[in-house]
């Protein structure tokens, strides 16, 4: 058995991949294997803007994956495309982890997923693969997120999200 091997699946959008695709980078030169998983369409986008000084492609295994939508479809539409995610996606990653289990000498020993792509997590742990949610985003904004549960009891916001309290504070 080689060196630790880390699948990475950011969820397909800028502000999601290039942060974990720096962790994953770090984590290249502390003597992980990386496999970076983007859709197809995403991936093609990545490889197109890489340059042959930034030698990612030496250094980090880049793969893809399909997102469910046909090539001429808005990604654009975000509830559409989440929605062709969680129906496509979730089978053709774990059929990817079967290949690489299949082909490579380095098995998964750990999927680190965007924490929007909860299912990716899931898949992890059906295949007893290690696992760890990544936030790509302000600790503040993840607080927030999980904070809304106790802003409801508490009143602060109602189950629509809104905030009488917040308003009448903005305007009086």
């Not at 959008?13 to 859709?39: A, C, D, W, Y």
């Not at 990716?120 to 693969?129: F, Y």
Request: with cysteine; proline share 5%.
């Amino acid at each position: 058995m080689g060196n630790p091997h880390i699948l990475a699946i950011p969820y397909p959008s800028q502000g999601h991949v290039i942060p974990l695709m720096e962790l994953s980078l770090q984590l290249v030169k502390r003597g992980f294997k990386v496999t970076f998983v983007n859709t197809e369409f995403i991936h093609r986008r990545i490889l197109s803007a890489l340059s042959k000084e930034d030698n990612v492609e030496e250094l980090i295994n880049l793969v893809s994956i399909p997102d469910g939508m046909e090539a001429w479809e808005d990604r654009s539409d975000l509830g559409k495309l989440t929605q062709d995610i969680f129906q496509v996606m979730p089978r053709e990653l774990e059929k990817l982890v079967k290949d690489i289990k299949r082909t490579d000498d380095n098995e998964i020993t750990c999927i680190i997923a965007d924490e929007n792509l909860g299912w990716a997590l899931e898949v992890a742990e059906r295949m007893n693969i290690k696992r760890a949610a990544f936030w790509p985003a302000s600790a503040a904004v993840l607080a927030l997120i999980f904070s809304i549960p106790n802003l409801i009891q508490d009143g602060v916001l109602d189950n629509d999200g809104e905030s009488s309290q917040v308003i009448a504070f903005l305007f009086n």
